[in-house]
């Protein structure tokens, strides 16, 4: 017999709004305090200490708009966060500081978040929705350079994109982009030649998130619908659907697979996460404690697969913490 979900490790409230993003940082050197950070509707990012359980700081820099995208970028002193006032902050936490030290202005109106690939030692790609509507802009960071724009062909009719996700096949290898977009399609982008390598419509309604097993070279996505799509990519990097996965309930706000490629969650707009082994795509878990649409699913870094966790962040202002299928 299945044994029962369990209950969430912890819960950590105290965000007074609605949690639209999360991301842990826990596998650093220093033997210093897991952290975890959350972005919220009212504007605030909040730096969350997993001993304590309790807010460490409270950073506020995106004038009171939405924050949707928080990442930290080698380690947990810089950070990178996405807002609804159009602009993507970088920060500086060493030492206490709560400072923004630099920031881009995408002109984007949408709430598509960007994506982080670091590419060398100090040097990240930095893939984010662009002014013109079905377009995507790559610049590389810290220095602000654009790599390319992405435009779809005329008369693809593709739409605004919707999630991104960049990744390489190794540390050499090309970067590559994979994105979502509107009318349901899953498109595979070359950076270098600024050209679609594959597509894929994967849904009939625009794709809401999107995660990439680049190891296994297979994907997964959701949308508003009651699918979770899973597509592979071939040798010739042509996109194709491996199987698809039906849902009780509509709409998937995030997917995220465990960075050990073990198990994937989704968060689920009937309050829901919901708990997959990635192999097969085999249920493996409800998590029913949100009283409104979970809007974000976290996996933490640990090192030490018994300390794992995920986390989960709801319009209900709550953040769920829990220890999930952490035995090897």
């Keep these: 017999m299945a044994l029962p979900p369990p209950d969430p490790q912890f819960v950590l409230r105290g965000t007074s709004a609605a949690v639209h993003t ?3 940082s ?3 050197q220093e033997p210093d305090v897991p952290i975890l950070f959350s972005g919220s509707e009212n504007g605030f990012i909040h730096v969350w200490n997993l001993k304590t359980h309790r807010v460490d700081t409270a950073l506020d820099g995106h004038g009171r708009k939405s924050v949707y995208c928080v990442e930290t970028m080698g380690g947990k002193t810089r950070l990178l966060s996405q807002g609804r006032d159009q602009r993507i902050c970088l920060w500086d936490l060493a030492e206490g500081r709560t400072s923004v030290t ?3 202005f995408t002109e984007n109106v949408g709430f598509c978040r960007c994506s982080l690939l670091k ?3 100090g ?3 930095m893939a984010t929705a662009a002014k013109a509507l079905e377009e995507v802009q790559v610049l590389e960071l810290p220095s602000k ?3 390319c724009t992405l435009k779809p062909e005329v008369g693809a009719k593709l739409g605004m994109p919707m999630c991104l996700k960049l990744w390489q096949l190794n540390c050499g290898s090309q970067p590559l ?3 979502g977009y509107e009318d349901g399609s899953v ?7 600024g050209r679609v390598l594959s597509q894929l419509v994967c849904h009939q309604e625009p794709v809401m998130s999107l995660d990439f097993d680049s190891e296994k070279t297979k994907g997964i996505s959701g949308s508003s619908e009651k699918v979770l799509s899973i597509w592979s990519l071939n040798e010739q990097q042509n996109l194709q659907v491996y199987k698809t996965h039906k849902l009780v309930n509509a709409g998937v706000s995030d997917i995220t697979i465990r960075p050990d490629k073990k198990i994937l969650a989704t968060a689920g707009w009937d309050h829901r996460i919901r708990i997959f082994g990635w192999k097969k795509l085999k249920p493996l878990a409800v998590l029913d404690y949100h009283t409104a649409t979970v809007h974000c699913v976290s996996f933490s870094d640990h090192r030490n697969p018994s300390e794992r966790l995920l986390a989960a962040g709801s319009k209900d202002h709550r953040i769920s913490i829990w220890s999930m299928y952490t035995q090897t």
């Design 22 to 24: 999360l991301h842990f």
């Design 26 to 28: 826990c596998a650093s």
């Design 102 to 104: 630099d920031s881009v």
């Design 119 to 121: 590419v060398a030692q």
């Design 123 to 125: 040097r990240w790609l």
């Design 145 to 147: 350079t654009s790599v």
């Design 177 to 179: 982009l994979l994105a």
């Design 187 to 193: 498109v595979l982008w070359n950076l270098s030649m």
